[in-house]
């Protein structure tokens, strides 16, 4: 089965989707992680992205198409994969459907003010990577901003401001709609609530892919 996931930043689309590809055995793309570690490593499409994202904007569609093309390919997606973050304009839909079939897009809602919330608490560790969020049931098991496992500070990303995320999400809204009405005509929109700790939600989505 191959799914998208939709939803504005902050709607847990990473958290979710990681945690129904686990339970359905097909890999998480994460379009978003892909990017980050071409950022890291300083790639050409990395550095021209993280300027894009500095300012509050979204990779190109040919940047992401290609991406997202190469990694689909691979071995361990062809039984099925879950996409989060892309696509997200009308262009990167439209070519999506020449390079494979979706089942299901499962679109998460959730209030604006929730959404800048949480990307407000998001978090991780320098050093081993795990995720946080200081204002979510994934907050650390000490409140302080300190890793369980490492014990360090956490790190927050650079665009987690609410100037820049009021931007993102200006961008998403009025870009969606258009994806939102594109899979409604096609029949395989569903909508789920994004409110509540995340394994709440989690069954939610099961229960519309069943």
């Not at 994969?81 to 998460?108: M, Y």
């Amino acid at each position: 089965m191959n799914l998208l996931f939709l939803g504005a930043p902050g709607a847990g689309k990473g958290t979710i989707s990681a945690i129904v590809a686990k339970k359905l055995g097909i890999p998480h793309i994460s379009t978003g992680e892909i990017l980050r570690n071409e950022i890291k490593e300083k790639t050409p499409l990395g550095l021209k992205i993280e300027e894009q994202i500095a300012e509050g904007k979204f990779a190109s569609d040919s940047d992401m198409i290609e991406i997202v093309r190469k990694r689909i390919s691979q071995s361990d997606a062809k039984q099925g994969f879950i996409l989060d973050g892309f696509p997200r304009t009308a262009v990167q839909a439209e070519e999506l459907q020449n390079i494979a079939k979706i089942d299901v897009v499962v679109n998460l809602i959730a209030d604006d003010e929730t959404l800048i919330k949480r990307l407000l608490g998001r978090r991780s560790c320098p050093k081993c990577k795990k995720e946080y969020n200081m204002a979510t049931s994934l907050i650390t098991k000490s409140g302080k901003e300190i890793c369980d496992i490492c014990n360090v500070p956490l790190s927050k990303r650079a665009d987690d401001n609410e100037q820049t995320i009021r931007t993102r999400q200006e961008i998403y809204n009025k870009e969606t709609k258009i994806l939102i009405d594109f899979y409604k005509k096609k029949g395989i929109l569903k909508e789920v609530d994004g409110e509540g700790y995340p394994e709440i939600i989690v069954d939610r989505v099961i229960k519309v892919l069943e």
